[in-house]
């Protein structure tokens, strides 16, 4: 699996960054549960150490996932800030009764399960 978060990146498809980082998302949710089990602990640690170095070998997997958890946090403070917009408008009556009607039921409707 360690292998297949890294081969993602060669997929050819159309709309690329988004479909290798959702494959990349389904992956890391299965490693993070088989960290948990120690068998499968150790076989990570032991491709850590056997391929630890060069370009197709642990450090680039650890590279891609530094990078995709830069992109969430990049893209999580984004929307802290579109939040904390969202909020104040709704919160003062004035800016909130000076909205149009079709941009207040956007704006709940792109809120509405954060």
């Given at each position: 699996?360690?292998?297949?978060?890294?081969?993602?990146?060669?997929?050819?498809?159309?709309?690329?960054f988004?479909?290798?980082?959702?494959?990349r998302?389904y992956?890391?949710?299965?490693?993070k549960?088989?960290w948990?089990?120690?068998?499968?602990?150790a076989a990570?640690?032991?491709?850590?150490?056997?391929e630890?170095?060069g370009?197709?070998?642990?450090?680039?997997f650890?590279?891609?996932?530094?990078?995709?958890?830069?992109?969430?946090?990049d893209?999580s403070?984004?929307?802290v800030?579109e939040?904390?917009?969202?909020?104040?408008?709704?919160?003062?009556?004035?800016?909130?009764?000076?909205?149009?009607?079709?941009?207040?039921r956007e704006?709940q409707l792109?809120f509405?399960h954060?």
């Amino acid at each position: 699996l360690l292998r297949l978060y890294v081969d993602v990146e060669a997929m050819d498809v159309q709309s690329a960054f988004y479909e290798k980082f959702l494959y990349r998302q389904y992956i890391g949710e299965i490693l993070k549960h088989l960290w948990e089990l120690p068998p499968h602990r150790a076989a990570w640690k032991k491709f850590a150490v056997d391929e630890g170095t060069g370009t197709a070998g642990y450090v680039r997997f650890a590279n891609m996932l530094i990078t995709d958890l830069t992109f969430l946090l990049d893209d999580s403070l984004k929307k802290v800030g579109e939040i904390k917009t969202y909020t104040a408008k709704l919160a003062d009556p004035a800016q909130r009764a000076a909205l149009p009607p079709k941009e207040l039921r956007e704006m709940q409707l792109e809120f509405e399960h954060v």
